[in-house]
């Protein structure tokens, strides 16, 4: 079972990596995959060049193991789409395999209005990063969409290709890309908000 997750990573930081690892511990992923956004779709576009992006990604999980940067979203020419990187992944993975696609409680709350929905379910799981707790959405096409598909046990996940959708508790650490960009221009400390090796690669774009 492979896990998928997508973002600006504008750049990335602990906070999204805390909750990558506890939900690649949680379902015992092969791999998570972490795909930097291209052309964003409905959001402001990354301020941070791909490339640096993409290399701060690197430096961050470069010792994890099973953590895989996948770039592919990165050299289209068109806009990203979700549902057009998971197919892309089916066509490489082929039909069997389970995608578990990792989404923020944000993000989530707003599935039902991303390109083509339905078919994104039938491509893969979701897995809501979210906090213990939580509180069901109240919109009828959100609870629409996840009718009969909401599952309780990440085991549930292995036993089909996608389709499901798992509510994932995990470590909420409030640390924004946001907060670290300002921090950067404001000349401002960013230690402890991302991993040595960013800080690292960053102190040197700074310089």
Request: net charge negative; glycine share 8%; hydrophobic share 40%.
């Amino acid at each position: 079972m492979i896990g998928i997750f997508g973002g600006t990573f504008d750049p990335i930081h602990l906070g999204h990596l805390r909750t990558a690892l506890d939900v690649f511990e949680a379902l015992e992923l092969e791999e998570l995959r972490f795909i930097p956004l291209g052309q964003a779709v409905h959001r402001d576009q990354p301020l941070m060049p791909a490339s640096q992006r993409l290399a701060l990604l690197r430096a961050a999980i470069a010792d994890q193991p099973g953590f895989v940067a996948d770039e592919r979203e990165l050299h289209q020419e068109r806009p990203s789409y979700t549902v057009d990187t998971l197919e892309d992944l089916r066509h490489e993975l082929g039909p069997a395999r389970p995608l578990c696609l990792l989404l923020g409680r944000d993000a989530f709350n707003a599935f039902h209005s991303w390109h083509r929905p339905e078919r994104i379910l039938e491509l893969a799981h979701l897995v809501v990063m979210d906090r213990p707790g939580h509180d069901l959405p109240d919109d009828a096409e959100l609870q629409q969409l996840m009718d009969g598909r909401v599952v309780n046990d990440g085991a549930a996940l292995k036993e089909c290709p996608g389709g499901r959708i798992l509510f994932q508790p995990v470590t909420p650490l409030g640390i924004s890309s946001t907060d670290i960009r300002q921090r950067l221009t404001q000349g401002r400390p960013i230690r402890w908000l991302v991993p040595d090796a960013v800080l690292s690669l960053l102190m040197q774009v700074q310089d």
